[in-house]
């Protein structure tokens, strides 16, 4: 439904970074960690209160392939509310080895996902997803996550454009999403009628949106690939006219409106907000296979070794991390970007839909073209995601 890039935004994706590096020279580091690959054998489960107390960074680790066949933590068939864009299984995906890895941070164990906790919680309160498609993933992965907690008949989703709304009604606790992928106000911000190729912009325009937030318990923010469509964004700022910006720069003056909105109107007393870090792309695979010309196509195994792709801008990176630093109220960003870089063989690849249709016969011979190696079949990484939001969410409150 909200599949916001085409195969000529991929294209025009792939052009921009590749003139990036070319260019600027700046979206490529090499990022210094040990990976190691054995694997681990553990079935201990850390306490939320516990690993974030002892400083435990939940973002550096490994993925093990789980031992107990704990993983997956729901199934297709288990969660009701998946959408055809992410059911990669039921589209046909042959291999099913993605599902069954789990994230092992260095220094501990993520704590076991307990989902009754989770909506004690939540009990009268919203919790508000709030970015683009990949935002949407990691809320549906949240649903289906919660949902065999609540009883049948005690729960729903009911779509209230741009939100969709999932209601645990014995808890009197909603799970929501609200489309908002530049964060600010733009010509997207049509829960489906919206094109990535003519967007525009208002860095310094919010209230359209934050009007909806201002009520809400607990907001998690992401937005990154709307804005990567090419290297530069038409926009306006204030009053004046339409001209094109450079990337880097008009992310931070969205930052900077945002950041405006997060210290004027949250209260941290009542409220919490989290940023997630930018979502990596698996465009070009000789990133990690040298000489190879492909994509995530067909690729059925995570990258075990240090990585980070050239899609994933440092700039944006820094951007977010400031703009945080700089708030009176504290949000947490949840840097999910690096342990995301491993996982080449977890995108929807040409299991997935376009433009409402699933991708089928001669378009899947043709994964240069089709494959969509933006987007994350579920159940998938997003459940990692929210395993560390979990945690954080247990771990302070409200
Ligand atoms: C995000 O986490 C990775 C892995 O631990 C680390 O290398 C990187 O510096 C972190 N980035 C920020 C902005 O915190
Ligand atoms: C139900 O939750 C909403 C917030 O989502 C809250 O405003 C309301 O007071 C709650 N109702 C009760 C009976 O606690
Ligand atoms: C900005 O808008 C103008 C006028 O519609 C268009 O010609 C130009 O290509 C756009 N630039 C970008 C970066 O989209
Ligand atoms: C954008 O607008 C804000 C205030 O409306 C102003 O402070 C800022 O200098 C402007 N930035 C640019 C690059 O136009
Ligand atoms: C990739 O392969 C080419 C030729 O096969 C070689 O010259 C080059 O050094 C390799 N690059 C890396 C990063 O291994
Ligand atoms: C997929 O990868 C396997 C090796 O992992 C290879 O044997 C096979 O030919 C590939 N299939 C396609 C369609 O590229």
């Given at each position: 439904?909200?599949?916001?890039?085409?195969?000529?935004?991929?294209?025009?994706?792939?052009?921009?970074v590749?003139a990036?590096i070319?260019v600027?020279?700046?979206?490529?580091?090499?990022?210094?960690?040990?990976?190691?690959?054995?694997?681990?054998?553990?079935?201990?489960?850390?306490?939320p209160?516990?690993?974030?107390?002892?400083?435990?960074?939940?973002?550096?680790?490994?993925?093990?392939?789980?031992?107990?066949?704990?993983?997956?933590?729901?199934?297709?068939?288990s969660?009701?509310?998946l959408?055809r864009?992410v059911?990669?299984?039921?589209?046909?995906?042959?291999?099913?080895?993605?599902?069954?890895w789990?994230?092992?941070?260095?220094?501990?164990?993520?704590?076991?996902?307990?989902?009754?906790?989770?909506?004690?919680?939540?009990?009268n309160?919203?919790?508000?997803?709030?970015?683009?498609?990949?935002?949407?993933t990691?809320?549906?992965?949240?649903?289906c996550?919660?949902?065999?907690?609540v009883p049948d008949?005690?729960?729903?989703?009911h779509?209230?454009p741009?939100?969709?709304?999932?209601v645990?009604?014995?808890?009197?606790?909603?799970?929501?999403?609200?489309?908002?992928?530049?964060?600010?106000?733009?010509?997207?911000?049509h829960?489906t009628?919206?094109?990535?190729?003519?967007?525009?912009?208002?860095?310094?325009?919010?209230?359209?949106?934050s009007?909806?937030?201002?009520?809400?318990?607990?907001?998690?923010?992401?937005?990154?690939?709307?804005?990567?469509?090419?290297?530069?964004?038409n926009?306006?700022?204030?009053?004046?006219?339409?001209?094109?910006?450079?990337?880097?720069?008009a992310?931070?003056?969205?930052l900077?409106?945002?950041?405006?909105?997060?210290?004027?109107?949250?209260?941290?007393?009542?409220?919490?907000?989290?940023?997630?870090?930018?979502?990596?792309?698996h465009?070009?695979?000789?990133?990690?296979?040298?000489?190879?010309?492909?994509?995530?196509?067909?690729?059925?195994?995570?990258?075990?070794?240090?990585?980070?792709?050239?899609?994933?801008?440092?700039?944006?990176?820094?951007?977010?991390?400031e703009?945080?630093?700089?708030?009176?109220?504290?949000?947490t960003?949840?840097?999910?970007?690096?342990?995301?870089?491993f996982r080449k063989?977890?995108?929807?690849?040409?299991?997935?839909?376009?433009?409402?249709?699933?991708?089928?016969?001669?378009?899947?011979?043709?994964?240069?073209?089709?494959?969509?190696?933006?987007?994350?079949?579920?159940?998938?990484?997003?459940?990692?995601?929210?395993?560390?939001l979990?945690?954080?969410?247990?771990?302070?409150?409200h």
């Amino acid at each position: 439904m909200w599949l916001p890039l085409s195969n000529q935004s991929l294209l025009a994706l792939f052009l921009f970074v590749s003139a990036s590096i070319l260019v600027v020279g700046t979206l490529r580091t090499i990022v210094e960690f040990s990976f190691l690959t054995k694997i681990y054998f553990s079935t201990t489960h850390g306490d939320p209160a516990d690993v974030l107390e002892q400083g435990c960074n939940l973002f550096q680790g490994r993925w093990v392939l789980d031992e107990h066949n704990s993983r997956p933590l729901y199934t297709e068939e288990s969660c009701p509310y998946l959408t055809r864009q992410v059911t990669c299984g039921r589209n046909g995906r042959p291999d099913s080895l993605y599902q069954k890895w789990r994230w092992k941070p260095d220094a501990c164990d993520l704590p076991r996902f307990d989902a009754l906790k989770l909506l004690e919680r939540l009990r009268n309160k919203r919790l508000m997803f709030v970015g683009d498609s990949i935002q949407r993933t990691q809320w549906e992965s949240m649903v289906c996550l919660l949902q065999p907690a609540v009883p049948d008949g005690k729960r729903f989703i009911h779509k209230d454009p741009p939100r969709k709304v999932f209601v645990a009604e014995e808890f009197n606790a909603s799970i929501e999403f609200y489309w908002a992928p530049f964060l600010v106000e733009s010509n997207s911000d049509h829960a489906t009628k919206h094109t990535v190729q003519r967007r525009q912009v208002k860095l310094d325009s919010i209230t359209e949106h934050s009007q909806h937030w201002a009520a809400v318990d607990v907001l998690v923010f992401e937005s990154y690939v709307w804005w990567m469509y090419q290297p530069l964004i038409n926009a306006t700022n204030g009053s004046h006219d339409v001209r094109e910006y450079d990337v880097a720069a008009a992310y931070e003056l969205m930052l900077r409106t945002w950041a405006k909105w997060i210290d004027s109107a949250m209260n941290p007393d009542t409220q919490k907000a989290y940023f997630m870090s930018l979502s990596p792309t698996h465009l070009w695979s000789w990133e990690w296979r040298n000489g190879s010309n492909g994509n995530c196509f067909n690729e059925s195994y995570p990258i075990q070794r240090p990585f980070w792709g050239a899609g994933s801008s440092l700039d944006v990176m820094r951007a977010v991390a400031e703009a945080l630093q700089g708030l009176k109220v504290k949000v947490t960003m949840l840097n999910i970007t690096q342990l995301s870089e491993f996982r080449k063989d977890a995108h929807t690849s040409v299991y997935t839909e376009r433009r409402g249709k699933l991708i089928t016969g001669e378009l899947r011979l043709n994964p240069e073209m089709y494959a969509d190696c933006i987007h994350w079949c579920l159940p998938g990484v997003p459940d990692t995601w929210n395993e560390i939001l979990y945690t954080y969410l247990i771990h302070g409150g409200h």
